[in-house]
């Protein structure tokens, strides 16, 4: 009996997570309220209440079960981002570009956090958590970089920092406007040589750090 109403417990929990999602999408964020979200799911307002504290803990469930964090991701990269740190650059850019190009959730995930949530009020705390992920990702980012330094693979006078954010501006920047137009573009296809043609342009004329550039000279020398 405990097993049963347990799973019962669960199998409620994710009917709201859908529902919630499926609201979210559909009349964004800041306009949906809890009792909307329950009529959807079919239940009542104090189930929501039973399993989340608000919409904020609501969304942040949602990601949660969609969104693979970051930290873990390059944790699995281990021995293969020590033998070649921009090679696992890339295949992790090609990787997060290709979960949103299949996964039809991670889809309906992002299209609500870029184009239908505003980090305001009761959701500004999402904002908080969302900048503490962010530097954290630039941190193991750059991290990267550095060992690309190490490694040969770039030169040592490169601005790591500015490499780390522009890189994160680049990907971020594609999965922000092809959720807005899907059809746009093969994103599947298309993934690998976006993210090959950024590595490339990397590995050619690399941004040096400030103070190292002289006047009238080109920021690297061109790749044999």
Known sequence: M???TREAALATKEALIDAAEQVFRREGVS??????IAAEAGVTRGAIYWHFRDKAELLDAMCARTVLPLDAAFARA?????ADPL????????????????????????????HKCELVGELAQRNAAQQVDR????????????LAIAKGQLPPDIDTRLCTNMM???????????????????????APVMIDTFVAGLEARPPRKAGDEREGAPLAAPAA
């Open 2 to 4: 405990v097993r049963k």
């Open 31 to 36: 306009r949906t309220s809890l009792a909307e």
């Open 78 to 82: 281990g021995e293969a981002a020590r």
């Open 87 to 114: 090679g696992t650059l890339r295949k992790l850019a090609v990787d997060a570009l290709t979960q949103l190009a299949r996964d039809p959730r991670t889809q309906a995930v992002f299209e609500i956090l870029f």
């Open 135 to 146: 530097s954290a990702c630039l941190c193991s980012v750059e991290q990267l970089f550095e």
């Open 168 to 190: 994160h501006a680049y990907v971020i920047g594609l999965m922000h406007e092809w959720v807005l137009d899907p059809r746009a573009y093969d994103l599947l296809a298309a």
